[in-house]
Every structure is written in C-alpha cells, then in structure tokens.
C-alpha cells in the first residue's frame, strides 16, 4: 500500500470509510480518547492486518468497538450486573469493559483469550463509523506499536504513512489519554488499566469497592508490554524541582513538559500545562510528540500526584521513563 488520504469526517468520507473497512481494509479514525486503527471485528483477517500495521505483537488483543446495546449483545455472551451498572454510568465514554467474548468474535482479535474487551465510544464520528458499516470495530490505538498513543491525525500519519489508506480527521481527542480498562466478570470492578474515568468513580457508580488486580483476575496484556516511549529519554521530575529552577537543563538538547512555574532558562523545547491532571493528560502524549519532532533529546517531565486522574498520567509517565 502506499497513498494514505487524510479527511474529515463527513458523510461521504464516511461512506467510504465503511466500504474499505467492508472489505477487510484498516481506516484509523477519532475517538474522544486517542486514535483507533480500526478493522472489522468479526473479520480475522482483517484483524490480524491491524497488527502488522502496527508492528504489534500477536498476544495484545484488541478492544471492539460498538454504537449500542444490540452490537454489544452479539460481541459478549454475558453482559453481568456489574457491567450493566458501568455501562449505565459511563457509556458511551472511555471506559473498557472485560468481558466473556460470545462465538462471533474471532481469536484474531482477542489474541487467542475466551475474554473481549468493548467499549462504546462518545466521539461522534466513531460512533457515526460503526453505524455506518453496522457492525463492530475492532481498533487498538493507531500508533506503531510502543509508541506514544496518537491524540492527532497527523499523529496517526507519522507513525502509520502507506500502512493505512485513510485517516478520518476529527481534530485533536478530547480526554487524549487511552480508556479505562474494567473487568467486568465478577462482583466487583477489577481497573486492569486506569484512565480519565477514575477508580474512585467506578466503585461510586458499582456500589461496591474496587478489588485488587492479581490474583484469578487476568492483567491486561498490553501493559506488560514497553509502550508511550517517544524517540527521547524521559525524566520524571517532581514540582518541588520545577518550582525551584533546579534542574539542570541543557539549552541544546533537553526540554520541559510542566504544569508549575519554571524560574530557569528556557531549554529548546518547553511547553506549560495550565490547568489540572485532566487538562495535562489531554496534553500529554501530543508533548511527547512535539517534543520528540523538536529533536529534544532529554525531555523531562513534571509529576502529578498519583490520584484520579493523575495515577493515569503517572501510569504512562512511568512508562514512557522505562528503558
Ligand atoms: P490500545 O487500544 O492500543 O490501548 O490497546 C488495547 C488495550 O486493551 C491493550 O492494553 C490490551 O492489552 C487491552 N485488552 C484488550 N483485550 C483485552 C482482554 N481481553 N483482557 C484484558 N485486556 C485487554
Ligand atoms: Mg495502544
């Protein structure tokens, strides 16, 4: 393949979109979360060309993507009393939910596992894709695997130029962080991955506490693997030192992705979040990015605290800090 087209979302470029992913074709597309790299979910084949595309391993199972509660119906064999509650609560929004996968769902996308995980999109024009082709959407993030996720189209044709024909261009994602991934199986949440729809919210919207991953609960594949890492190395650097000037940046190579006020001398890539962990998780993948197009060789990175949405953040920060 070669030509990737880039357009927005409109009822043509749509029409198309669901012709190609008809015909066992990819189609990366918006979500209020990050960019999906989609196939058709009952397509096998077509599932296994998202995992080429991406360079991704064969045992990270992808989430399916569904508009409503008959998609949802034919995707798990189950939906228990606890995903029903969740699903009240939260859907259409970014939040995951571990599942028993019914027959229709092929091995392809689950990596072999007798569970699914689905969610139903907010992102107007994800919604609009799926019932355009009137099936599922199987769709992990449509980034080269172990990159940063993408928040951008132009994110998507970076990592993804001739590896995919047509990238529906929704502008920037809203939440800018991947979704929250819930088992849903037993009594109670099991979070498997966190995101910007908190554990603290789950649990108020379950009626019961969170249990603890480990144990009988399966961990979610992907975050074993190496991930969110951008082509420079990444420093975690609590506030107290942004605050105080002191951290010792070169003015060549290093950069700065803050929230507090930077006394310092700039460095050659700097970029301030004002607002929350909610608006620095929105910011954050699309910084690493930037930062990484600036030819910054050492970014660092200022620390949130680790709660609500911003055990999230450090989740990928901590991540993206691994070598
Ligand atoms: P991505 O959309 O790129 O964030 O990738 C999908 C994420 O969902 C990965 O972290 C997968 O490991 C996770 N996932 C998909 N299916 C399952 C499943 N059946 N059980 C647990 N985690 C899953
Ligand atoms: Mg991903």
């Known amino acids: 393949m070669s030509r990737t087209r880039v357009l927005r ?14 015909d066992g074709g990819l189609v990366a597309f918006p979500t209020e979360t990050v960019y999906g790299l989609g196939a058709r979910a009952y397509d096998a084949a077509a599932a296994r060309r998202v995992y080429k595309a991406k360079g991704r391993p064969s045992d990270n199972p992808l989430i399916v993507h569904v508009a409503d ?9 189950r939906v228990t ?14 939040l995951t939910l571990i599942l028993e996968k019914s027959a229709r769902v092929p091995g392809a996308v689950t990596a072999g596992g007798r569970t699914v995980a689905v ?14 082709l009137g099936e599922p959407i199987a ?22 130029r001739g590896r995919v024909p047509l990238i529906l261009d929704g502008g920037p994602c809203r939440k800018g962080l991947e979704s929250t991934i819930v088992d849903a199986r037993g009594l109670r949440p099991v979070v498997l ?5 908190t554990g603290e ?19 979610s594949p992907g975050t074993g693997h190496r991930h969110y890492a951008p082509a420079c190395r990444v420093i975690l650097a609590p506030p107290a030192l942004v605050r105080r000037g002191a ?26 979040v004002r607002g929350g962990a909610s608006a620095y998780a929105t910011a954050l993948f699309s910084a690493l990015r930037d930062a990484e197009a600036a030819g910054v060789r050492t970014l660092y990175v200022e620390t949130v605290p680790d709660r609500g949405v911003g055990r999230a953040v450090m989740d990928r920060l901590r991540r993206a800090a691994r070598r």
Do not use: Y
């Open 9 to 22: 979302p409109d009822e043509k470029s749509l029409a198309l979109a669901a012709g190609l992913l008809r």
């Open 69 to 77: 509660e008959a998609m949802l119906a034919d995707v798990v064999k």
């Open 81 to 94: 009393p606890l995903a029903r509650r969740l699903i009240d609560a939260f859907w259409p929004g970014p």
């Open 119 to 132: 969610r139903c999109p907010g992102h107007p024009a994800a919604r609009a894709l799926i019932r355009a």
């Open 139 to 160: 769709a992990p993030s449509a980034n080269l695997s172990g990159r940063p996720s993408p928040t951008t189209a132009a994110h998507v044709l970076r990592d993804l």
């Open 193 to 197: 991955r966190h995101g910007t729809i």
């Open 201 to 219: 919210s789950l649990s108020r919207a379950a009626g019961v506490p969170l249990r603890a991953p480990g144990g009988s609960a399966p961990a």
């Open 247 to 272: 951290l010792a940046l070169d003015a060549s190579g290093d950069g700065l992705l803050h929230r507090a006020p930077w006394p310092g001398r700039r460095p050659a890539f700097a970029r301030r």
